[in-house]
Each structure stands twice: as C-alpha cells, then as structure tokens.
Nanobody, 126 residues
C-alpha cells in the first residue's frame, strides 16, 4: 500500500511558477513509476507528466512540454512537478499517482495507476 500526499498548489498569475511535491509512504517508492495528472472542472482527468523508477526517463503531455519538469528524489520518497510559464488553462486539481514499474510501459493512461493522492488545487489568473 502506498499513500501519496500532494502539496504546493495555490494561486499564481499567468507567467508565474509553482512547484508541486508529492510525498509517498512506504519503503518501496523506487519500485514505482510516478505520474502527475490534472482535472479541470467539467473535464476528464488528463496526463501531465511521468517519471520512471530511477528518474532517467521522463514523459510529458504536449500541452506542458518545455514548461513543466518532473523529477524525483528516491531518498526522500518524493516526486516533484516544477511548473513554469503557467497559463490560465493550467488551472486544475493536480493529482500525484503511482504504478508498479513491472506493470508495463503505458505511462499516460489514468487506469494504469494504482495509487492516487487527494489532489492539490492550482489556479492561474490571467
């Protein structure tokens, strides 16, 4: 069982930056692929970014590529999402998620992830 707790959300002006953190419980954090997803009001939850167990490979949606950076610190059981050049359309609840590294190489699909955090609100004003 993995428990995930996000933090770092808030209100920021367009063009600003935020860094989200996701702290994971349990000694096997390095066994999991970690992902960030987001859900805006009235929309489906969508993939934002993912990182493999070692941090050597990262994956991004086209909408955030070049602006967001995912990273992880396995010693601290934490994954981060650095968000720069934020836009109003980035406004959403951001969720951290985990899936076993042996589960396959689909990093993009919501249903592939087993564990989810409670979410943190990010609001970007224009």
């Amino acid at each position: 069982q993995v428990q995930l707790v996000e933090s770092g959300g808030g209100l920021v002006q367009a063009g600003g930056s935020l860094r989200l953190s996701c702290a994971a419980s349990g000694p096997t954090f390095r066994n999991y692929v970690m992902g960030w997803f987001r859900q805006a009001p009235g929309k489906e939850r969508e993939f934002v970014a993912a990182i493999n167990w070692s941090g050597s490979r990262t994956y991004y949606s086209d909408s955030v590529k070049g602006r967001f950076t995912i990273s992880r610190d396995n010693a601290k059981n934490t994954v981060y999402l650095q968000m720069n050049s934020l836009k109003p359309e980035d406004t959403a609840v951001y969720y951290c998620a985990a899936k076993s590294s042996v589960k396959g190489s689909d990093y993009y699909t919501v249903d592939e992830y087993t564990y989810w955090g409670q979410g943190t609100q990010v609001t970007v004003s224009s």
